[in-house]
Every structure is written in C-alpha cells, then in structure tokens.
C-alpha cells in the first residue's frame, strides 16, 4: 500500500515544477484524446477546467476529477513514459487540500508499480513488490477489485417527512422542520447533516405574495432547490391598490424637472379588509416618462409596488 504523506510533498525534486508538471500532463491527455475518432469532448473540457484551476491556486477543482475512475483509466491508457509524472503530481494534489490517498489495488498494475517506484526513488526507500503487469490470459473467474480513493463530496440530497411543509399561506415564515440533508461522496457514501452544518437561503419577501417560492440549501458549494407552494387564506387580506400623498404646498410643478424631489411624497397600500400601510421608500419603485415640446414640459411619474401602481404629472414651472 502506498501512503501520499508531507514528506512527498514538500520533498525538493518533487515539489519544483509541480504547477507545469501537472498542466503539461492534462495538456498530453487532451492532446491524446483529440486524435481518437470517438474522442471524449466532456473529459477534453474537464482537463482545460482543471488546468485553470491549478494555474489559479484552486486545487480543491482538481481532487474531485483526478480520483475519479474513469479519469484514472485515461491515465492508464497513456504511453509508459508519462506514468511516473501523472502519479506523483496526483498524490500531491490529493495533499496539497490535506489529504493522505491510500492506494490498495487497481485494474492495471503498471501504474501503481510507476507509482510505487517513483515515489521509493525520491524517499530513497526500497521499491515495494508490487506485481508488474503480464500478458499471461486471464482466467474464466474475475477478483473482486477495490480501490481507496479520497473522500470527496459529489451533491447534496435532500429528504422530507409528513412535518414538512409544502404549502404556505400569504404571510407565514418558512420552517425547515422534517428536513434532512445529505452529503453525497464520490464512494457513494452519504453522511445526514446538522441543522447547524448548512444553510438555508430564503427571499427576503418570502410568502408574501401567491405563488411558488424557491428555498436554497447550500453546504460546502453544493446546492439543492426546493420549491413550495405560497396560497391565500381566507383571512389573508389582500393588496388591491395603492396611493400617493403629498403636503398641501406641493402644486405639482417644479422649476428643474429633471431632477423632480419627491422626499415629501408618502405611499400608501390598501388591503382587501380596508387596512392601509404606509410603505418605505425601499419598498415601492419610481418611473418616469418625459414630454417635452415648444409649449410645455411635463414628466408623467409612475408609482410601483408589487402589481398596483399609482401616477401623477409634474409641470415645468
């Protein structure tokens, strides 16, 4: 079994070149994959992905791909005298995030006989006895074959239960009881997450009107949508329209009408049950539609909030 420790990493004749040494690796295996009739263009635009990431640092982009099996597959299919570099510059990125990759066995034993090799030469340790790969014909029944690989998140899941809501009525804040969230991992693992591991993210104008609402759940970059259902109740009262107050001094004409002030102006919504609200300035919005000709310049103001509106006209003086 080979352990990818520190001692690898911060080894001099390893570490040098490590950004070129894995960027001109990738760049290889596109270059391979390109010349094949059936080539794989996904795994062509997963390589030059990567290879950003390393040139900006992120090495947490490259673990997921490089541990992959079909990603190491690719790897096996390319020529003997790249094994030694693709092996050690993976072992690296898997502890540059802090990792140690165990290695037990593998469909193809040459590579894990480079890796083994390499990895000996520069800790000046004895070669381990790994079997070389043979041509010998391979028998009727087939050794179940297993390889560690790093852990590493791949999704989230979620799951419900009957506490869990799916429909709000006008008003209410949502509620996360019967929610369970899951970290899904590249070995097929999953792992139920605390309440406090991840985050919910909600509009801030949740449930305030009908409709459907989207709920984000996010943890560790990943995240899963929910949608739920937002109803009027019967004593929901509902917005039916809105208006516009202003001082008794305000004529409705001004001398600058580009640059008309409404500070005084208060905005009132009027509900289904005859209540009124007045609004915040944040809450409402204020257009304007200009017409300016030889005998007189007016700017027609439109008042907004949710589907009312309201409007009246300002004169230039």
């Known amino acids: 079994m080979i352990t990818v420790n520190k001692e690898i990493l911060l080894h001099p004749d390893f570490y040098e070149g490590f950004e070129k040494d894995i960027c001109d690796m990738l760049e290889a295996l596109m270059d391979a994959e390109l010349e094949k009739e059936d080539a794989d263009f996904d795994f062509i635009d997963e390589c030059a992905d990567v290879i950003n990431a390393v040139r900006f640092g992120d090495f947490d982009s490259v673990l997921p791909v490089i541990s992959r099996r079909d990603f190491i597959n690719k790897v096996s299919s390319a020529s003997g005298g790249k094994f030694k570099k693709i092996a050690a510059v993976c072992a690296a990125v898997a502890m540059v995030i802090g990792i140690n990759a165990y ?6 034993y040459n590579i894990i006989g480079e890796i083994t090799s390499y990895l000996s030469g520069l800790l000046n340790n004895e070669p381990s006895t790994v079997p070389a790969e043979t041509t010998t014909a391979p028998e009727t029944t087939t050794e179940a074959v297993t390889t560690a690989l790093p852990q590493v998140i791949t999704k989230l899941e979620i799951e419900t239960d009957e506490r869990f809501k799916t429909e709000y009525t006008v008003g209410e804040s949502f509620d996360k009881t019967g929610l369970a969230v899951y970290a899904v991992y590249n070995n097929r693992n999953s792992h139920k997450l605390g309440e406090n591991e991840y985050e919910i993210i909600v509009n801030p104008d949740f449930a305030e009107n009908e409709g ?9 970059g990943f995240e899963k949508r929910i ?15 809105i208006y516009a107050l202003f001082p008794e001094d305000f004529d409705f004409t001004t001398s600058d009408i580009d640059n008309i002030n409404l500070d005084m102006m208060q905005v009132y919504a009027v509900y289904s049950d005859g209540s009124e609200t007045e609004l915040d300035k944040v809450e409402y919005t204020v257009d304007y539609e200009y017409s300016r000709s030889w005998f007189e310049e007016n700017v027609y103001v439109t008042v907004k909030y949710r589907d009312c509106s309201c409007s009246f006209t300002v004169f230039k003086e």
């Open 103 to 108: 290695v037990e066995k593998t469909v193809n």
């Open 212 to 220: 459907y609402e989207t709920v984000t759940v996010r943890y560790a």
């Open 227 to 241: 949608e739920v259902r937002v109803l009027v109740g019967k004593e929901t009262p509902k917005l039916t329209s």
